[in-house]
T-cell receptor, first 115, second 111 residues
Framework: EPEVTQTPSHQVTQMGQEVILRCVPISNHLYFYWYRQILGQKVEFLVSFYNNEISEKSEIFDDQFSVERPDGSNFTLKIRSTKLEDSAMYFC?????????????FGPGTRLTVT | GESVGLHLPTLSVQEGDNSIINCAYSNSASDYFIWYKQESGKGPQFIIDIRSNMDKRQGQRVTVLLNKTVKHLSLQIAATQPGDSAVYFCAERGGSYIPTFGRGTSLIVHP
């Protein structure tokens, strides 16, 4: 069964450093998403991406965040200057067209720890 | 602001029992609801969804009930198994493709 993969599984970084979280969505999916989950809290939407551009983003997704689809398979989330409060699980998800199905497939997540 | 929440943070059941997980929502404009399962160390996994023009939908061992009058959503799991142990989130959508998640209920199934 096809699945979304994410690397690394755990990333430790120092405050102020840049991090790039990587995702490989399911190959025939066209819509991509990033979510985060701070420990013990709700899953929160960050951004959605379609046709090489951001389609929706939340208030969390400020200028410190960016997304990119550098090639035909990877989808990345970059945090330019990490803060302590960026420590969380980051989930990538992908889906077919929402006109067909709302079902999103989530990856296993990357645990980001900012020290 | 609008929110989606869960009544019970933890539910413990015996293997073989039926489980009911509840969710309250407050956004009356929500027209689509989803239940996700999240096992330890994994991402959320879609279980079942329901549109606001329905009040019941059944899947394999799972049933979702929607009561729009009281803005309440429930997930029923029949013959609960140890593999069902996980955190269950409800989520809602209203006017967007992006779900808003609740905090989650931890289901613990005792063998």
């Amino acid at each position: 069964e096809p699945e979304v993969t994410q690397t690394p599984s755990h990333q430790v970084t120092q405050m102020g450093q840049e991090v790039i979280l990587r995702c490989v969505p399911i190959s025939n999916h066209l819509y991509f998403y990033w979510y985060r989950q701070i420990l013990g809290q709700k899953v929160e939407f960050l951004v959605s991406f379609y046709n090489n551009e951001i389609s929706e983003k939340s208030e969390i997704f400020d200028d410190q965040f960016s997304v990119e689809r550098p090639d035909g398979s990877n989808f990345t989330l970059k945090i330019r200057s990490t803060k302590l409060e960026d420590s969380a699980m980051y989930f990538c998800a992908s889906s077919e067209s929402p006109a067909i199905t709302y079902e999103q497939y989530f990856g296993p997540g990357t645990r980001l720890t900012v020290t | 602001g609008e929110s989606v929440g869960l009544h019970l943070p933890t539910l413990s059941v015996q293997e073989g029992d039926n489980s009911i997980i509840n969710c309250a929502y407050s956004n009356s404009a929500s027209d689509y609801f989803i239940w996700y399962k999240q096992e330890s160390g994994k991402g959320p996994q879609f279980i079942i969804d329901i549109r606001s023009n329905m009040d019941k939908r059944q899947g394999q061992r799972v049933t979702v009930l929607l009561n729009k009058t009281v803005k309440h959503l429930s997930l029923q799991i029949a013959a609960t198994q140890p593999g069902d142990s996980a955190v269950y989130f409800c989520a809602e959508r209203g006017g967007s493709y992006i779900p808003t998640f609740g905090r989650g209920t931890s289901l613990i199934v005792h063998p």
